[in-house]
């Protein structure tokens, strides 16, 4: 091994030190090596760049550390080599150096010669500016992007709000026609007041629903433990769906508490249903089954999950007309339809909401479809 001499060790001791700095020099390539004595003379140093050695050819072993970082850029390392071996402390750095920023660890490992216990200190010294310049780059791309969704976020919530009152005003203006002056209007005067009155009807819809997405796109704060059994149960109950005979809906016998916002999970499951109950086949009486179960992150390899950990796994499965599954993706962008508006009511927002509400919680949804067999939608939230 380059640089490696033997002062006053046996050779067992001379073995064992170059097991270790072979282990280390294989597994840090990127770094410049140093091990080094409790009277900080440097046993052995190897590795490229060279950044305390420079450019020198000269051999460092039995040099001093402390002598080598008295003075230069690197200075900053003199304190806490100077302690190492008192506090047996491991010390790990950053610094930025003229526009560079480098990672120095720093830490005593055991070492048993022949006679005696003793400690080896090790330092490592590594360029990390390129991917500190990259980290910085992408911090900034992210808080971009969270400017332009806060805007889009306002400007979603500030033009369905204001849209609301002139809407109102047409609805009730419309309203006081029909009531009052229907039986003068003529021809096909009757006919088309009544398809303002349904569009404006649509449009409040639309609008209510762009409220929804506005506000399910703020994931910041209330983020609380969360029964998700009661919020299903406060969901069915607020609707009736278990009082309607035309619908069947089996629910797991539990349901688990994770961290999450309360509201947010409520539109989650309430936008799941209203799809499963209005997709629904004429000839043939409505069957949701919610699924459940617990998986980790190396169990779902087909979601691309944020963080590793356990998992709350929610499956809705319908009876309904299904979809193709080419389309699996297409049915969460905002306002995608692929039916009519004649056939299916609705504005195309609502499974938006709910990748959305999925996104906030840092968890992944997935559709899988078959024409005229049914749905399945599967939601995946991380515990914590």
Request: charged share 25%; aromatic share 8%; proline share 4%.
């Amino acid at each position: 091994m380059k640089n490696f001499t033997q002062p006053e060790t046996s050779v067992d001791d001379s073995a064992r030190m170059l097991k270790l700095y072979q282990l280390l020099a294989n597994s840090l390539a990127d770094n410049e090596i140093f091990l080094f004595d409790e009277d900080y003379k440097i046993i052995m140093t190897e590795g490229s760049p060279r950044y305390l050695r420079l450019q020198a050819e000269e051999n460092f072993v039995g040099k001093n550390l402390n002598e080598l970082i008295e003075t230069g850029k690197f200075s900053f390392l003199k304190d806490p080599v100077t302690q190492l071996f008192q506090t047996n402390s491991r010390y790990d750095l950053e610094h930025e150096i003229e526009g560079s920023f480098y990672t120095t660890a720093l830490y005593a490992a055991e070492h048993e010669p022949a006679e005696e216990k003793k400690w080896i200190g090790v330092l490592l010294i590594k360029d990390i500016t390129a991917l500190t310049r990259k980290q910085r780059e992408l911090e900034l791309l992210n808080k971009r992007i969270d400017r332009s969704n806060q805007e889009l976020e306002n400007f979603a919530y500030v033009a369905s709000h204001d849209l609301h009152a002139p809407l109102r005003k047409i609805q009730s203006f419309g309203k006081l026609l029909s009531d009052r002056y229907s039986e003068a209007l003529t021809g096909n005067g009757q006919l088309y007041l009544e398809r303002i009155l349904e569009s404006t009807k649509r449009m409040e819809r639309l609008l209510d629903d762009l409220l929804s997405f506005s506000r399910s796109t703020r994931s910041d704060g209330g983020m609380v433990p969360t029964d998700l059994g009661q919020v299903l149960q406060e969901v069915l109950s607020d609707n009736n769906l278990l009082d309607q005979p035309e619908i069947t809906i089996n629910t797991p016998t539990a349901l688990p508490v994770i961290r999450a916002v309360p509201s947010q999970m409520q539109q989650l499951f309430q936008n799941l249903l209203d799809n499963a109950c209005k997709f629904k086949r004429l000839d043939v009486p409505t069957v949701i089954d919610i699924r459940y179960r617990q998986a980790t992150t190396a169990e779902l390899p087909e979601f691309e999950l944020w963080v590793e950990g356990n998992y709350c796994v929610l499956e809705f499965a319908d009876n309904g007309i299904g979809f193709d599954q080419e389309n699996a993706e297409r049915i969460f962008n905002i306002f995608q339809r692929l039916h009519g508006v004649s056939e299916f009511q609705g504005s195309g927002i609502g499974l938006a909401i709910c990748k959305k509400v999925v996104d906030n919680h840092r968890g992944a949804i997935k559709a899988t479809g078959v024409p005229g067999a049914g749905a399945i939608f599967t939601i995946v939230l991380p515990f914590e």
